[in-house]
């Protein structure tokens, strides 16, 4: 488990809490990193994010499941936040629609892809959880 109780973990959860993007790193099959933005949702201990069945983060994952997140960090009010954590598939949570904060976070989002919540969900159809390791950062 992760300490956010820090002066900088207390930064990290007001990022977690506010920001509308993450970038999740993979590992290709030729060992490349692979970074992506994505949106996700804290549950306090894991980042919950959708996936296209076809992407190519699902076959990085299912050969190298450590992963890395960070948020942007561009401005002088940013810091620099990096977790580390094992993704797995999460056949257990449920549609992107039908998960409540997610839904909630996202929803300007979806209207804004022209897309029904439903629509969403069907695309983006594949829930994987990431547990974090550690983090760094400052």
Request: glycine share 6%; no cysteine; charged share 25%.
């Amino acid at each position: 488990m992760l300490d956010l109780n820090t002066e900088f973990g207390r930064k990290v959860k007001r990022r977690l809490k506010n920001e509308q993007e993450i970038w999740l790193t993979t590992t290709d099959a030729h060992g490349t990193p692979q970074p992506r933005p994505v949106w996700f949702h804290w549950d306090g201990e894991t980042f919950l994010i959708y996936s296209e069945s076809h992407a190519h983060k699902l076959k990085h994952i299912a050969k190298h499941p450590t992963v890395a997140l960070h948020f942007n960090s561009g401005n002088a009010d940013a810091d620099v936040v990096v977790f580390i954590g094992t993704a797995a598939l999460a056949p257990d949570a449920p549609p992107a629609y039908q998960h409540k904060q997610y839904f909630q976070k996202y929803r300007a989002g979806i209207q804004d892809l022209k897309m029904t919540p439903e629509a969403f969900s069907a695309r983006w159809s594949v829930p994987l959880r990431i547990t974090p390791k550690k983090l760094r950062g400052w």
